[in-house]
Each structure stands twice: as C-alpha cells, then as structure tokens.
C-alpha cells in the first residue's frame, strides 16, 4: 500500500513538474501608477472589490506567448470617436495620459481587434481610462474567429450582471481601474483558440463614456 | 394648576405628539430595535417570552407592546411595521409630559409649563420617543415613581404610595440601569439634608410625612409588579433569579468590558456641541445653560413657608428675605431684581432634583459604558432644572415689558429645538441623505445604513420569482452582529444565521460579511455571483451572492435600461 503511495506520489510530482517547466511569467510591461495615497471618493455602488496597491501575482503561460495584439488593427461599435484614434487601443502606450485615451460614445460600446491570424490565447488585458480608480460597467470580452462575432464565441468575461448587453447574465464581479498599481485587468484566456477580441463596456462610475487606453491579447501562433 | 394652564399643557402634549407620531417608518430599524421586535415576537407568536439575563434589558417592553399590536388590525407578526412597536415609546414620551402633572402643584405652575415645553421638543426626547428601546419607558416609570413618592411624602396619601411602589417595580422590569436613578435619589436626599444643615437653614429638608407600614406596602407593590414581569407571568420562574443575576454581567459591561467605552464627555458633546463634518450644528445648549441656573437656584435660595405652594408641607421659619405669605408662591423674587433669585424661597423639591440631577449625571459620565439613548435619565432631570431655571429668569425681570422680552427670546429658543428635532427626524442634508440615519446627527449611534433597504428589496425580489418564495434557502454570515436582518427577513421560513461560513452546499441566496472576503462567485462551477456590497451599519458590509439561475430568473423581472 505504501509503495503503491510513493509511486502515485513521484508520477504526480514528476507531471506537475514538467507541466510547471513549461510555464513562465507573462513578460507584461506595465504603465507607472497614475496617482499615490489613498483616493478620494471613491465608489461604493459596485461589486469590485476594494482598491489596493498590492502587486498582481505572475500569471503563469506557456513559454514563448507574446502580446500578439500589438499594432493590429482595430475596429469598433462606433465609428464617430470622442477623442483619440482606435489605432492607440493597440499601440503599446499605456500611460494614464490624457493623450493616449480613446474615447467613445455612450450607450454599450465595443472594441474589437483582429490578431490577423489565429492564436492560442491565455490572457487579455484591458486598460481603461485608470487615471482615477473607477469602475467600468458591464465589462465584457470575447473572442472569436468569426469578425462578426456570431459563431465560435467564446466569453472570457462578463459582469453585466444584469444582462443589458444581452449577451447572458454575466456572473464576474466588477473591478477597479487600478490607478494606484497601474496593472490593468487580466482575464485568463485558458488557451482559447481566436482571431478576434472584443471588449464591450457601458460607461462607468465616473461618465456614461467608453474609455480605453490600450487592450493586450497575450498567446502563441494556434498552428 | 388652573385650567388655562392645563389647556396649555395639553397644547404642548400636541406638540409632542406631533412631532413624535409622524413617518414612524422612516428610519431603518436599528440594531437594538429589531432584536427588541423579534424578542416581542416570542411573546406573540410562541407566547414564550424569557427574561434573558445576558441581554435585551426587562420585560416591560415586549409586554406593552401588547395593545399596540392588538389594535393594528393584523394577529399576523409578519404584518407588523415599525409603527406597531415604534408607537409604544412615543406615547411614553408623550406621558412624560402628562406624568408632570404630578408633580405641578409643588414644583410651580409656571416651571411645569416650561419643563413640559423642553420636553416636548426637546432633540434628544423626540428622537429617542421614536426609537423601540427600553429607554423612553425606563425615564417615564422613574418619573412616575419618583413624583408620586414626593407627593406621597407631602400628603402622606395611600395611593401616591401604591403609585410609586407600582412605578418602582415597573423601573425594574424595565432597564437594569434603574439601580442609578433609584441610588442618585437617596443620595440627592440624604445631599439635601447635609446641604441645609451646612447653610443652617432652618426649614425641613424633606417632607417626611411617610408611614413605615405604607412604605412596606409600596415595597410590595413594586416587588409584585417585578414578579409578574420577570416570571413572564407565572410562566417562566427561573427569571426571578436571572433578574438578580443580570447585574453580573452588566457590572462587567459597566465596568469597560465592552465596545461602547467612551470618554466622560461623549453625552455633553452629543447634547451641547454636535458637529460632524459637512453637518449643521446641533445644540441644547439653551437646556444646559437653563439647567445650570436651575441648579444654582435650587441650591441657594432658601425655603420659606409662605414659598411653600403645598399647604401640607411642614411648617418652616420663613427667612428675612422671604415674601409675604400673602405674595405665596408668585411672589418669589418677582420684580425684585436678580438678587432675589438666590434670595428667594424654594421648595426642598428643587433641591432634591437638583441633587438627583447632579448625582444621576455624574454615574453615567464616570461609567464607562456609554450608548447615547442612555443620556435620557439624567437629562430628564436637567430638563426639570432648566424649567426652574426659565421660570426663575422671566420672574425676575423686573417691568411687565422686559418680562415679555426674555420669555419670547426663551419660547423662540424653545422653537429652535423644536426645528432641530424636526430636522433630525425628518430633515435630509444637501446629498439628500436622512439626517435621521446619518453619522451628522448626535442621537444616530450604530445606525442600520438605509442602503440596507436595498438588499431586503432585492432579496424580496428574488423569493418572488424563486419556485420555492419566501422558503427559498438564506443564509446571513457574519462574525458581528447582523441585527436588524432578522426583523426584516421574519418572512423567510428557512433562514439561518452563521457567524462563520458553514462547511455545507451553498444556498441559493447567502449574506455574507465583506470582513470573511467570501470567494463564492470564484469558484470554478460559477454557480454563484456577487449582486453587490450592501452597508449594513457604518464600516459594515454585507455582500449578497445569488445562485445564478435564479439571478437570471430576477433579472427578466427588471426592466430595461435606459443608455
């Protein structure tokens, strides 16, 4: 019996290992904290739990994934922008600064970007506008390989709690726009093969407005 | 007093009332006010009221409660509202005026009318009459029970001391804080006599027109009443020894072994200088300054027999000072200039208040367990000095015209209160917020969030479209209080409450203290998620999660968004 134990130990031991060697990090480049201290006012009518400064624990990929999402192209619900151009969402700059944010209009609004290629993904990341710790409402990401997002959907993320978007009652809390670490929201893609990312949101806790500054999609080539 | 001044005592009852008795609804139930409401529902659903020893003060309280739900119409204790059991102190707090015609014919036609004002629009006495704690009646049986003992001591009449004994009993079965009002009384006599014996006044310093077998009588009296109340009428005897019993662990709470530890002058703050920031300032500052001068009245004018409005008090040698028997009791320093309200006479009454007051003011500043209501019992008193003192003023003016002048400025600082405990119960800030429920107000102490109204709606809304309605499955966790949820969940059958997360399936709807950081809507079979943080009390949140099927089931129950 206890031989039997050590056997099943070391076999278990000896996967997790190799499973583990496989893994890295996400080498993710993040954008300074856009304010220090603690913050004034902030919102109480969310489900997002409260705002602290800690560091995000590494997420852990396969070796070899890269912002595959850098530079692509970019499209979006709404083609009259308030400010800034969609072409930013993917330009790599990620600075609270009022420069790089793109702005759209209110209502519920999306942003879709085509990787120009199929990709086994295993994180999005989303950086509204974090210059203050809001929350965005009725945040939403999915992927797919089909531009118009009617087959293959798969939904990473959705706390639309109260289904306005209609895509499905969303069961994901809200979360603050980190301004105090700067570290963007993290969805963990769990190698979901895609061409196509859209984020939807519906205003926030600071402004019917959709802003956003940049969105990564982090995964390696599906081939 | 006369029935121009009774007709004047009845307007103020009015008064009272009417700022007493409107949206008794309107602020949510505190804490103490829903364990009150659900130990009342053991007396009326399971007709199984226990005195407990540990907690939730007398008896007196579930049981009067009695008329007032047996007259809303409903036997169903579902159906009952905050009025049912909010009404019950209110008409406390209206008989404390009434209560005061007791004492009248020796405390001063003119001192009657002006404590009966105070009280009646006093912010702390409105805001504490509409409030389902044991309060309001503790301070009303004391006052019972103290001025029919005085007037049992001037006439030595058999039912002032049946009534006192009586209201003796009921202070009992009331607030285990009785001990201090019944303590501070002996002391103010026993102060009385030291104080007259040191000035070598020569009058009486109290009327002891007492007779031992009727004071026996009294003792009786209170000791029946307490019985019925403890043992639940004859149901429960055990609660005759818890009633000795509680004064263990209340001396431990009394002595700091708890969380409502304050300073020595948290109760002044909150009376005289209240302001929180972005709040107006509230002040009874006009009380404490008339009180004050009550005080110095009381103690430094000396009794005469032609001051003496009873007739039936001893005999006493009239000072130099003293006016004319034919002058009687208008006579105290009218138009005499300001000396004569230390020169004056004063019946020992004052006096005894004045010490009482003193006394009562200084236990409950040295205790360190300290919850706002309790200000009520030595507030009480001072109000009954400022009326000495109101009086005292107007009387001492000395021309018909300057008489009118101080009295007007007295009765619009009398209406000043009356708009600030207007603004307290009713009032909301410049956000719109209630100042009957915020941090702004002094009397707010611990105060149940109206965002808490929030997640009851919500979870109303969700036994409605659950299959299984008000016995779908609650669970509330918590490791601190979660009062009043119990009150405001008393429809829901199968509801329990946990102060730690129970190792069982989850329920379909689970409350749960944000301090225990549940994860359930993490949890890989996403079976669960967070509808939202609800503010229970201040730095108190609740957070709701809802199985996601029936979330979904309420959620085509919503209508839609506007962009």
């Given amino acids: ?223 | 007093m006369n029935r121009g001044s009774l007709c004047v005592l009845a307007l103020l009852v009015a008064v009272g009332l009417g700022l007493r008795l409107p949206e008794l609804g309107l602020r949510p139930m505190h804490n103490d006010e829903g364990v009150n409401a659900m130990k009342f529902r053991d007396l009326w659903v399971d007709n199984n009221y226990k005195y407990s020893p540990e907690e939730f003060h007398g008896p007196t309280l579930p049981y009067l409660t009695l008329p007032s739900a047996l007259l809303s119409g409903g036997r169903d204790f579902n159906n009952f509202t905050e009025t049912t059991y909010r009404i019950v102190p209110v008409l406390f707090g209206a008989g404390l005026i009434l209560v005061l015609l007791i004492l009248a014919p020796d405390f001063g036609t003119s001192e009657t009318l002006w404590v009966a004002a105070l009280i009646a629009v006093s912010p702390a006495m409105v805001f504490y009459s509409r409030y389902y704690i044991h309060e309001m009646l503790l301070v009303f049986f004391t006052a019972l029970s103290f001025f029919s003992f005085w007037r049992y001591a001037v006439t030595g009449r058999l039912r002032w001391v049946l009534i006192a004994g009586i209201g003796l009993g009921l202070m009992y079965a009331t607030k285990e804080t009785f001990v201090f009002a019944v303590a501070a009384l002996v002391l103010a006599i026993g102060s009385n006599a030291a104080w007259t014996r040191l000035r070598g006044e020569q009058q009486a310093s109290f009327p002891w027109k007492l007779k031992w077998n009727q004071i026996i009588l009294a003792v009786v009296c209170a000791l029946a009443v307490s019985v019925l109340f403890f043992s639940s009428f004859f149901r429960n005897a055990q609660g005759l020894t818890d009633a000795v019993r509680t004064y263990v662990p209340w001396l431990r709470r009394a002595g700091g072994e708890t969380p409502h530890a304050h300073s020595w002058a948290f109760y002044f703050h909150r009376l005289f200088w209240f302001h929180a920031v972005g709040g107006p300032i509230w002040s009874e500052a006009l009380i404490g300054v008339l009180a004050v001068v009550g005080f110095f009245i009381a103690l430094f004018t000396e009794a005469s027999a032609a001051s003496t409005p009873n007739p039936t008090l001893p005999p006493l040698q009239a000072s130099p000072s003293s006016p004319s028997p034919r002058e009687g009791r208008a006579g105290r320093g009218v138009g005499r200039g300001a000396s004569h309200l230390f020169g004056g006479a004063a019946c020992p009454l004052w006096r005894i208040i004045a010490f009482y007051t003193a006394w009562l003011t200084l236990i409950y500043t040295v205790i360190p367990y300290k919850t706002p209501w309790c200000l009520l019992s030595f507030y009480h008193g001072m109000i009954l000095l400022a009326g000495i003192g109101a009086a005292a003023l107007v009387r001492a003016c000395a021309s018909p015209g300057l008489k009118f002048r101080v009295g007007l400025a007295l009765a619009v600082g009398v209406a000043q209160l009356g708009w600030q405990a207007w603004q307290q119960n009713f009032g909301v800030d410049k956000s719109g917020a209630l100042y009957c429920a915020s941090v702004k107000n002094p009397y707010v102490y611990s105060q149940t969030s109206p965002d808490i109204l929030r997640l009851i709606n919500t979870v109303e809304a969700l036994a409605g479209v659950s299959r299984e309605g008000y016995n779908t499955i609650v669970e509330v966790i918590s490791p601190e209080s979660y009062g009043p949820l119990p009150w405001y969940f008393r429809q829901f059958t199968q509801i329990g409450y946990w102060d730690q997360i129970p190792k069982q399936p989850l329920a379909p709807i689970m409350i749960v203290s944000a301090d225990l950081r549940p994860d359930f809507d993490e949890r890989p079979d996403k079976t669960h998620l967070m509808a939202g943080y609800f503010l229970l009390r201040p730095n108190v949140f609740m957070e709701l999660f809802v199985n996601t099927k029936l979330w979904s089931e309420y959620v085509k129950t919503l209508p839609p968004e506007k962009d």
């Fill in chain 1, 1 to 223: 019996m206890n031989k039997l134990f050590f056997v099943s130990f070391f076999v278990a031991a000896s996967v997790f290992r190799a499973a583990a060697d496989d893994l890295e990090p996400i080498p993710l480049q993040l954008p300074p904290p856009a304010m220090k201290g603690t913050p004034q006012a902030m919102p109480t009518n969310t489900t997002a739990l409260p705002l602290d400064d800690k560091p995000r624990a590494p997420f852990l990929a396969p070796k070899g994934v890269a912002n595959v999402s850098v530079g692509k192209p970019v499209t979006a619900s709404d083609a009259n922008l308030i400010s800034g151009e969609l072409k930013q969402i993917t330009d790599g700059k990620k600075q609270a600064f009022e420069e790089n944010v793109v702005t759209l209009r209110r209502g519920l609004r999306w942003v879709q970007i085509d990787l120009q290629g199929e990709f086994n993904l295993y994180a999005i990341l989303v950086w509204h506008d974090f210059t203050t710790p809001i929350v965005v409402r009725d945040v939403i990401v999915q992927v797919s390989d089909d531009p118009d997002f009617k087959t293959g959907v798969t939904t990473l993320f959705n706390n639309d709690q109260k289904n306005t978007a209609g895509l499905g009652v969303g069961t994901d809390r809200e979360y603050f726009e980190n301004s105090l670490t700067g570290a963007g929201k993290l969805i963990d893609a769990k190698g979901a093969k895609a061409r196509y990312v859209r984020c939807y949101s519906k205003g926030s806790t600071d402004s019917a407005l959709n802003s956003y500054i940049e969105v990564e999609a982090w995964g390696l080539p599906a081939s």
